[in-house]
Nanobody, 124 residues
Framework: QVQLVESGGGLVQAGGSLSVSCAAS????????MGWFRQAPGKEREFVTC???????YYADSVKGRFTISRDNTKNTVYLQMNSLQPEDTAVYYC??????????????????WGQGTQVTVSS
């Protein structure tokens, strides 16, 4: 079982930037897509972005152009840089590892390992 540990997040004013990272255990990190999801109070968990084994990336329309996902396979770590944050970005952010290697799932069902979540709060 892969263990994912997120760090970063916090409180920022609208228009500001934050970064979060996720460190994964295990030796097969590089062949699996890693994703970021978020869940705001009273809402369902939603896809934010993912990055595949070849570093191909996908983004939700709501974050395209503002968020950037990257990975460092030597450190088994995936990063999420969030710029131009808005109050509607406030949520708990979760990293996740894809269920199947060499796929790029953009829904939560495509992931079977999840981090504990980290809070991102954007004040207006």
């Amino acid at each position: 079982q892969v263990q994912l540990v997120e760090s970063g997040g916090g409180l920022v004013q609208a228009g500001g930037s934050l970064s979060v990272s996720c460190a994964a255990s295990g030796r097969t990190f590089s062949t699996y897509a890693m994703g970021w999801f978020r869940q705001a109070p009273g809402k369902e968990r939603e896809f934010v972005t993912c990055i595949g084994w070849s570093s191909r990336t996908y983004y939700a329309d709501s974050v395209k152009g503002r968020f950037t996902i990257s990975r460092d396979n030597t450190k088994n770590t995936v990063y999420l840089q969030m710029n131009s944050l808005q109050p509607e970005d406030t949520a708990v952010y979760y990293c996740a590892r894809a269920r199947v290697a060499y796929t790029h799932p953009q829904e939560s069902g495509g992931y079977d390992s999840w981090g504990q979540g980290t809070q991102v709060t954007v004040s207006s």
